[in-house]
């Protein structure tokens, strides 16, 4: 059975029902879990008229997305925390959010990434998910 379990969470209502979901799950499974969250990249500089506008600086860009996550990941923590299951917390870097999903399993070694998809973006490749995939709709 799964042993270990990613719930990657933007801190979305979805991605909050579905951490609830997973920690219920984990608990019957005696399974730990690694909380994610994929900060996005500090964005490309805008130039207006040769010169460079920086609506805030990179270091304070970090820093609120650092704290952003932790936030949300601390949510996750607490639910795992009252149902006796062990969690981690894990941020990653990278505005491309499924490489950041898939490095974070690989990294930590899950054997199940739980998560919520949302339906209308995955509509076209439903015919392509296997069988053990569920779409949350």
């Known amino acids: 059975m799964f ?8 801190g979305s209502e ?3 029902n579905t951490a609830r979901r997973v920690v219920s799950f984990a608990k019957e499974a005696g399974a730990r879990i690694t909380a994610f969250n994929a900060k996005p990249e500090y964005p490309m500089p805008m130039y207006v008229e040769g010169v460079r506008v920086d609506t805030i600086a990179e270091e304070q860009f970090s820093m609120l997305a650092e704290e952003k996550a932790q936030h949300i990941l601390g949510a996750v923590e607490r639910m795992c925390n009252e149902a006796g299951v062990e969690c ?3 941020t990653k870097t990278n505005s491309v959010v499924y490489q950041a999903i898939i490095e974070a399993a690989t990294e930590c070694g899950c054997d199940l990434i739980f998560m919520v998809l949302s339906r209308a973006p995955m509509a076209p490749f439903e015919s392509r998910l296997n069988g053990a995939t569920e779409i949350a709709g």
Not at 5 to 10: A, E, F, G, Y
């Open 88 to 90: 981690t917390k894990l």
């Open 3 to 10: 042993k270990h379990i990613l719930v990657p969470t933007d």
């Open 14 to 16: 979805f991605s909050m």
